[in-house]
Nanobody, 124 residues
């Protein structure tokens, strides 16, 4: 599966953005999907994950209550709605596809395919 992330940009603190990840290739609905991010000088961080059907989701502690992951298996697209953005949310955001177990959703090593990343910058 090929993944193309988009929707990043510059936003003021407290603002919102919606990231999208368009999938092509093998059947999108057969993959669990996730979002990760990497800030300058920091390790890659789990942001959110969603299972194949969209019935189960998980968010990292730093974004819980502010970010929402969703998917549209008809449009083959993954989304990340980000509200109440903070300067510490500044990072490159990556979408990824996992054809294994949803229980491993927080580990980047569980993901088999990655998008190219989209930059999110939150100004104070």
């Amino acid at each position: 599966v090929q993944l193309q992330a988009s929707g990043g940009g510059l936003v003021q603190a407290g603002g919102s953005l919606r990231l999208s990840c368009a999938a092509s290739g093998r059947t999108f609905s057969s993959y669990h999907m996730g979002w990760f991010r990497r800030a300058p000088g920091k390790e890659r961080e789990f942001v959110a994950a969603i299972n194949q059907s969209g019935g189960s989701t998980d968010c990292g502690d730093s974004v819980k209550g502010r970010f929402t992951i969703s998917r549209d298996n008809i449009r083959n697209t993954l989304y990340l709605r980000m509200n109440s953005l903070k300067p510490e949310d500044t990072a490159v955001y990556y979408c990824a596809a996992n054809q294994g177990f949803f229980t491993a959703r927080r580990f980047s090593s569980a993901y088999d395919y990655w998008g190219q990343g989209t930059q999110v910058t939150v100004s104070s």
